[in-house]
Structure formats: structure tokens, C-alpha cells
């Protein structure tokens, strides 16, 4: 999906750029108001440029401010998230003030290295390729392990998610060491290699339940 956001502030509005991530955004650059005309103009460019878009993208008015570094990088992996989650997105980490790194499944498309590269709103994005799985896949595997009638009373699972990177998925157990019974039960419940499953010892449920990593 391609998001196209209005930002406004108080003092400024913001004036519509290609800043990639694959779509087109509201600009790093502030334009500041100078009058009520000003305003207007800007306000009826912006409706313009969005009743151009493609289908699907979706239009929201925010008062998110990208001046704010914090914001900034916030803006951006919730464009991340909504963008890229079906399309090989593996996970999102936040590495710094205004830095994350992307985890992707195998190789991502240039398009997407090129958009991640130009740097939107400021904020650096380093990719790494190579994951195993996507978020949706992760989703996939950690459900039906936690969802499964064994789950609590047998297997001790108090909760599942990501392991971060995209290699594999974390099961939370309370019982520090389970069977080999229990592990083989719980990747073929997860559908996926033992090998790509960690076991970690959890006094009570963490929070979410079931999760993953961003």
C-alpha cells in the first residue's frame, strides 16, 4: 500500500516530496504558512496530488510533527509497517534517535533499497537481507503454537513471537528445560524447523502474549 500524509503543524504545513520508501510522503522539508492564501494553495495541492494516486493509497491527516526526531523515526517505521508487512518485511528495530534496521526476507527489491537509502524525514535505514521469514510467515508459525489445546497445561507455553531478525521464532516456556517430546510437538505445530525455534524460560506471560518483534 502507498500512504500519502498530511502533515500539519502549528506553524507549518508540510509540502508534498518523493521521499521514497517506495511512495510518495509529506516532506521532510517544512513549508512555512506565510498566509491564509499560502495555506490554501498548499492545502489544494496536496488534494490534488492524492486524488492522482494509485488505488489503495490511503490518505490521512495527522498532527505528527517529523521536525521531532523521536516522531520522525516513528513516522517512518509505521509507514514501514504498513507498507511492507505482506511484501517481505521481516522485522524493525529501533537503533538510535532517528535510525532503525529492517530485516528482509532473501533480497528486497530495489526499489525498496533505493527508497530505504534516500533517508525520508532524516531518519537512517539500514537494511539487512537475508531473513528467513516474513512477519506474516512469523505470525503464522508463532498462532498456532499458542493457540494449540497443549499449549498451557502440557507444554507450558505462555507466549510466542519473533526472534527479531527474521531467522526463527522465541517460545516462552515456564518450565526451563522441556522434553525433546514437547520441543518436536511444538515445531510441528509451528510448521517450521526445531532448528529455527528458541526455547526461553519465562516466569509468567510476557506482554503481549503473543508478539512479535518489530
Do not use: C
Amino acid at each position: 500500500m502507498i500512504t500519502h500524509i498530511t502533515l500539519r503543524t502549528k506553524a507549518a504545513i508540510a509540502a508534498t516530496v518523493t521521499a521514497g520508501i517506495g511512495l510518495t510522503v509529506t516532506g521532510a522539508v517544512m513549508a512555512a504558512a506565510s498566509d491564509e492564501n499560502t495555506e490554501r494553495t498548499q492545502s489544494a495541492d496536496a488534494s490534488a496530488a492524492a486524488s492522482r494516486a494509485p488505488v489503495g493509497r490511503q490518505n490521512l491527516e495527522t498532527e505528527r510533527d517529523p521536525s521531532d526526531p523521536l516522531e520522525a523515526r516513528s513516522i517512518v517505521r509505521d509507514q514501514i509497517h504498513a507498507d511492507y508487512s505482506n511484501r517481505g518485511l521481516a522485522s524493525i528495530r529501533t537503533t538510535g534517535p532517528k535510525s532503525l534496521t529492517v530485516n528482509w526476507k532473501n533480497r528486497a527489491p530495489q526499489e525498496i533499497r533505493d527508497a530505504f537509502a534516500s533517508r525520508p524525514f532524516g531518519v537512517t535505514i539500514r537494511l539487512v537481507e537475508g531473513a528467513n521469514y516474513s512477519r506474516e510467515e512469523t505470525a503464522r508459525a508463532t498462532q498456532p503454537v499458542v493457540n494449540h489445546p497443549d499449549a498451557q497445561n502440557l507444554w507450558k507455553v505462555v507466549g510466542a513471537g519473533g526472534d527479531g531478525n527474521g531467522t526463527g521464532i522465541v517460545v516462552f516456556l515456564t518450565r526451563k528445560d522441556p522434553s525433546p517430546e514437547t520441543r518436536h510437538a511444538i515445531a510441528q505445530a509451528a510448521g517450521i524447523p526445531l532448528t529455527d525455534i528458541t526455547f526461553t524460560f519465562e516466569k509468567s506471560a510476557p506482554t503481549p502474549l503473543l508478539g512479535h518483534h518489530e
